[in-house]
């Protein structure tokens, strides 16, 4: 199974900071997983929530804010909150990235088309190495209209063959609360990867790779 990087290494440092992202490649591992939002004035900022409340302590939305003063806040130990772009750089090439779009709650309109474009100038390979997933499955299918051959991952809470197959989705991401052998069997009579989060616990990793899973998400890059 392959094992991902789920927001870096939260359980070594801030999450989806630069240094979470360098630890969680300093022990070895290829796949990452990360979360973005549109700032105020458009840029790609990696970060979990729509509130910078819990990571910085900053009472106000990414979408308010301009990216200078995102770049102010404490994400905790003294990092700052990335931009996608530099992320990718410190991954660099030799990685597997899953780039979660974040328009559960919070609509940002053209993130869609700004992270394809912003991964097709940093990578050349990005078509091999970039998997686009979202909650939001009108965000996929904007995702898929720009773009044929781009990997997605339809990340849901109950599987829907029907989405992924207007998706031409690569995987499907779920919870390990949610899977189920039926549900795996389905997925891959249609081709699809299996991708589960979040797993911490040694226990549970085998449960999944027992039901067949391709890979899991950890914070903890050190898991096996
Ligand atoms: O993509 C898997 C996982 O990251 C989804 O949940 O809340 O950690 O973004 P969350
Ligand atoms: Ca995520």
Known sequence: M???AHRGAPLLAPENTLKSFRLAKESGLVYFELDVHLSKDGQLVVTHD??????????????????????????????????LAEV??????????????KTDITAYPGI??????SVKTLWVDWSERVIISSFNFNTLINVRALDETVKI?????????????????FSLNMSYKR??????????????????YTINNREIFAQMKELGADAVFTDNPYLV
């Open 2 to 4: 392959k094992i991902i």
């Open 50 to 83: 729509e509130s910078l409340k819990r990571v910085t302590g900053r009472d106000a939305f990414v979408k308010d804010l301009d990216y200078k003063e995102i770049f102010s806040l404490d994400a905790g130990e003294g990092e700052k909150i990335p931009l």
């Open 179 to 196: 899977i189920t052998k039926d549900i795996v069997n389905k997925a891959k009579e249609m081709g699809l990867e299996v991708w589960i």
């Open 112 to 117: 869609e088309e700004k992270v394809l474009s």
């Open 153 to 169: 991952g339809l990340l849901t809470r109950e599987f829907n063959a029907e989405q992924a197959e207007r998706l031409k989705a």
């Open 88 to 101: 990718m750089k410190v991954l660099g090439e030799d990685t597997v990235l899953n780039i979660e779009i």
